[in-house]
DNA sequence: GTGAAAGCGCTAACAA
DNA sequence: TTGTTAGCGCTTTCAC
């Protein structure tokens, strides 16, 4: 591999001075167009690109953005959550000049000393932060060096810049889905309590039966943490107690309360009417049988990802606060109906 | 957010020169103990970072490694095989302090111009390359280039860097299991042909039926290409032609198959025994029937970075080339029974 | 419109 | 063992 060339190399070539060449590489005015040609010619030809840790050093903006997200969300959501955030935020990045460091953090508070060197280091300009749980000492750490950031999800503390899906509505419009069809006594499968998303989809579910007129019935609410193992033991528990219609706070867990019900003896659609929640793609293919609410995920990471730059580049006006729409999808055994969140 | 400290405030602080405390921070000898001790107190005190633009300008490396992955792979592979993948990376950079940068890239002859820019960035130390189709311009570019790279999966072309798990032997004793079973007519949906784990899987497949006496019947292999979609549709035309038995290439392939049998009339472990490939979790949530071939592929992706950071620091015998065994689980209704794959 | 020169924060050769 | 100094490759005043 030949020694690369520098700024002073192309200068020598398209007979500038160092300065112009780098004029013209960051688009300044005041290069006269026939020079800019020269120098663009050289650039091509030569398929120059500036050392960026050069760059970074003298202007301090590093043009890479972070993804932080806790270890545990990638085996909590073993559904393509995660992928498809991801997958929204490079797309974004990229197309702005970006690039992505990916950091997977145990949560906890023994976290703290790794988001310490990570947003110590100078090697971000920003970071999208996804699925905090409560008492995750890295938004706070955030705060404190005042880092460029925004949150996938809601996050506790307020004042934030943050993308959402509306869970509560969605949840709710879930649950008015069952009671439409008829179920009186519904129960759900909660998410992780000490996570946002857990507790707005709980309040929605409370909402659709408030609204209803039903009651709120503590046994009828079996608390899950998103995993399949939990879906399982909550759908037993409620069987035991009895239920007509299941709103799961997820579709990891709501395939597994499905294998329960069966195992119960009882049928899907007829006996217990169930709703899930996260649209992993899977649950299609494997249970036609199963409405769930999609959301639009890749967006999220999308729109946190130009809201972040749009920060880094000092034109958000914060705080940035969007909170997308979901769908319900209600599937009957060979199509699919999809009806909007409202 | 005040002006950051550097190497001179340190220096002052600890009533020494820049270079002594350069010396200790990377760890030099020639620093006497007592000096040593005073520098890491003011730089623990401070909670000094050194700045990674400034050492990277002059060292020429970046602490940072890439994992490169076509962005088609996160849709092929609706399974967790992504995330999981990447887990296993960003552990074992973090833990050698390797910061990770993710590229999805859209593979194809026009990813060309994108891998340039990549690749010429100096952003990076090295790559680990996954889900590489033939006819990818990556690999050719990394050569070219002389990058640090270390492919995860087996690649076309020779003598380079990889690891990846027996795809040939487990698919041939997936299909062996088959045969046990006292299945004759047995099938296979392929995996994409382009991309050789594909390739592996299928003449896997081909030797269990050629060690067995048994004929390869092409009316029998069914080509998908990983999607779920040509799970189902390889699975209609399996089922017009009559089998008693199928492999599929992966696990998102077999569960539309499964809807297929289903939809047919026909009882999966009874009339058709299945057995699929990539242990996607949720398989074993939906489908206890489901025989399938569980790759540790998290540790793919950690022996991979082992691999390349040793590359990167000059200690590493090339061609490194580590071939993982896989394992074939066969659950009945409640347990499972694990069989090491040989 | 263009060039000369200073300096970003670090490492590494060389002197002491 | 420690300090001095010369860059690494770029951006950015400041002259012209």
């Known amino acids: 591999m030949g020694r690369k060339l520098n700024l002073e190399d192309i200068a020598k070539l398209a007979g500038v001075s160092r300065s112009t060449v780098s004029r013209v590489i960051n688009g300044h005015p005041n ?3 026939e020079t800019r040609r020269r120098v663009l010619d050289v650039i091509a030809r030569e398929n120059f690109q500036p050392n960026p840790a050069a760059r970074t050093l003298v202007t301090s903006r590093t043009q890479v953005l972070g993804i932080i997200t806790p270890q545990a969300a990638t085996s909590i959501f073993t559904d393509p959550y995660f992928p498809t955030l991801i997958q929204g ?6 197309q702005h000049d970006y690039a992505v460091m990916l950091w997977l953090a145990n949560t906890g508070e023994d976290a703290d000393p790794l988001y310490r060197r990570i947003l110590g280091s ?6 999208v932060v996804a699925s905090v749980v409560d008492g995750d000492p890295l938004i706070p750490q955030l705060i404190e060096r005042d880092f460029n950031f925004v949150v996938v999800g809601r996050p506790t503390f307020d004042n934030l810049n943050y993308v959402d899906v509306d869970n509560r509505r969605a949840a709710r419009i879930a649950v008015e889905h069952l009671i439409r069809l008829g179920r009186r006594r519904i129960g759900t499968i909660t998410g992780r309590l000490d996570m946002v998303a857990g507790q ?3 309040n929605g579910y409370k909402d659709a039966l408030l609204a209803s ?17 939990s879906g399982y033991v909550g759908m037993k ?3 035991e107690r009895g239920v007509d219609g299941v709103f799961a706070a997820n579709d990891v867990m ?5 294998r329960a019900i069966r195992e119960h003896g009882l049928s899907i659609p007829g006996d217990i009417a169930l709703v899930g929640f996260d649209d992993l793609p899977m649950a299609s293919a494997v249970t036609p049988a199963l409405t769930t609410v999609r959301q639009p995920i890749s967006r999220l990471g999308e729109m946190a990802t130009e809201a972040l730059i749009r920060l880094i580049e000092g034109q958000l006006s914060t705080p940035y606060q969007a909170i997308l729409p979901t769908q319900l999808v209600i599937r009957d055994s060979c199509g699919a109906v999809t009806r909007t969140g409202r």
């Open 200 to 202: 707005d989809r709980l």
């Open 122 to 127: 100078r090697l971000m300009d920003g970071v």
């Open 254 to 258: 709501a395939i597994s309360a499905m």
């Open 89 to 94: 935020v490079t797309r974004v990045a990229n």
């Open 31 to 33: 290069v006269s167009p």
């Open 213 to 229: 007129g039903l009651p709120v019935e503590p046994e009828l609410i079996a608390e899950g943490d998103f995993s399949e193992a």
């Open 237 to 239: 528990a409620l069987l």
